[in-house]
């Protein structure tokens, strides 16, 4: 075993003298390309060299900070050229928070990297090379487009703030300091004016809660939502479960000062710190949802109802899912990870009947609720696993005509492709906010006899390394099913 362990050493002293780069040096560098996390990408002799903070064109120098064998990881230290793609970042917190990582990316270049990023995922993963990735639709207004914010509430000095954790750390980033940290750049002006207010009342009537032997703090989060197309809001207060005191003089207040706050709720969460929302939602004033509309539909949008953030872009993204599904009125649809039906009922109007399917009970209530809403009665909504659900459909023989995929970021599970294939669906729409697991996905529909016609990308989330993308694939051997 010592033998073994020598010869370990060994082995790796051999591989770090191969290395063209020791930790702690300094060196030129010119940035090539940039990752999926948003960090700038050269070749120092060969070897890959991630630098945070830099732009695609930039020349640089970098102390290198991390060496493996394959690649190495690179603080900044000065930028000797810049890039033409380069900007200034707007936000003063950007340099910590770490939730606009491109905001030093000029937004018209952004839009081109994301596009080449899409393009990169689908070559390197799934081997197509040519795919056909229309350039990334953008906003003509990137700023304060997010309908949703959520913050963390901490109690520092025995004042509270309110802001969001920095990256990677439990650090918080404070919004409302002063004038120039007056709210987030991304969410909602309405939104940042009533996170400000609610911190200003949590550090008048914050406390005292009831006293009891439980030690984690009472304010945990703060949610804020707003309908943009009918400006209804909603303020949900995360708390643990202990009697506020001063409950009644803050919601007095609070409403006194926001009289068009249309829902105030307090979720109650005593469990771990990683869930936002609790089980229990009570409400302190007005309703218990607020009301949106998206295109001719509106939807009813509860503490937990998941609703995507950007809605100037949903409609965007929907109208191009409408497009991609060419739809006459006659066929059978399948919307798989439906959440509270906005896809389902946006194609409901075209097709002869839809089938959302969503593992979470509480958005399948809103679906129907929804449906009601806008007096759709050809949707019907399944409640269960999509992975469990979808293959028992195939072994009953269902063929739909087309299926519309809209997992979360980890991509679809195989049993979920693989009853796609089964059901024999000639036509499939993918949506995704995951380049890397789409890209897998479509690969192995690829392998089974999937033709991919076109890629869109999306930007949903501008300043940030994210974007979604929306795909269609067809198999002409199956319309004749």
Not at 45 to 57: H, K, M, Q, S, Y
Not at 184 to 204: F, P, T
Not at 248 to 269: C, E, G, H, W, Y
Request: charge should be positive; hydrophobic fraction near 40%; aromatic fraction near 8%.
């Amino acid at each position: 075993c010592a033998y073994l362990c020598r010869s370990m050493r060994r082995m790796k002293r051999m591989k770090d003298k191969s290395l063209p780069l020791k930790k702690g040096e300094t060196i030129d560098l010119q940035i090539s390309g940039m990752t999926h996390g948003g960090d700038g990408v050269g070749r120092f002799r060969g070897l890959a060299v991630f630098v945070p903070g830099t732009v695609p064109g930039d020349t640089i120098l970098a102390e290198v900070v991390d060496l493996k064998r394959n690649y190495a990881r690179g603080r900044l230290l000065e930028i000797t050229g810049c890039s033409p793609g380069r900007c200034e970042p707007e936000c003063a917190n950007f340099s910590t928070c770490g939730g606009c990582r491109l905001q030093h990316v000029d937004y018209t270049e952004q839009l081109k990297l994301k596009t080449g990023l899409v393009r990169d995922s689908l070559a390197r993963i799934a081997g197509l090379h040519e795919a056909a990735v229309h350039a990334t639709l953008g906003m003509n207004q990137p700023w304060h487009y997010r309908n949703k914010a959520h913050f963390q509430v901490e109690e520092r000095d025995g004042k509270f703030k309110l802001g969001f954790y920095e990256e990677g750390s439990h650090k918080l980033t404070a919004f409302f300091n002063d004038s120039l940290h007056s709210g987030c750049l991304l969410v909602a002006r309405e939104l940042n004016g009533l996170a400000s207010v609610i911190e200003n009342l949590l550090n008048k009537h914050g406390g005292p809660a009831e006293k009891t032997g439980m030690q984690s703090p009472f304010f945990r989060h703060i949610v804020l939502r707003r309908a943009f197309d009918t400006g209804e809001v909603m303020a949900v207060l995360v708390t643990g479960s202990r009697k506020w005191l001063q409950e009644k003089a803050f919601v007095r207040d609070l409403m006194s000062l926001q009289p068009d706050l249309t829902s105030l709720v307090r979720s109650i969460n005593d469990g771990p710190a990683g869930v936002v929302l609790g089980r229990e939602n009570r409400v302190l004033a007005g309703q218990k949802y607020i009301t949106d509309k998206l295109g001719d539909l509106t939807f009813r949008i509860s503490p937990s109802s998941f609703y995507q953030v950007n809605p100037e872009q949903t409609l965007v993204l929907y109208r191009k899912a409408l497009e991609y599904a060419s739809l006459t009125g006659v066929e059978t649809v399948v919307d798989a990870y439906c959440g509270i039906g906005t896809i389902a009922l946006f194609l409901a109007g075209y097709a002869k009947k839809v089938h959302g399917v969503e593992a979470v009970s509480g958005a399948v209530k809103d679906a129907r609720s929804n449906a009601l809403l806008n007096k759709i009665d050809n949707v019907e909504f399944l409640t269960g696993e999509v992975e469990k659900l979808l293959p028992n459909l195939a072994a009953g023989g269902f063929n739909p005509d087309l299926v519309v995929l809209d997992p979360p970021r980890r991509g679809c599970a195989r049993e979920t492709l693989d009853a796609v294939v089964e059901m024999r669906t000639p036509r499939v729409v993918y949506v995704s906010c995951n380049p890397g697991t789409l890209a897998r996905d479509i690969g192995y529909l690829t392998e089974k006899g999937y033709s991919l016609k076109e890629v869109q990308p999306v930007d949903m989330f501008p300043w940030t390394t994210h974007v979604e993308c929306i795909i269609m694939m067809t198999n002409s051997g199956l319309k004749g099913k």
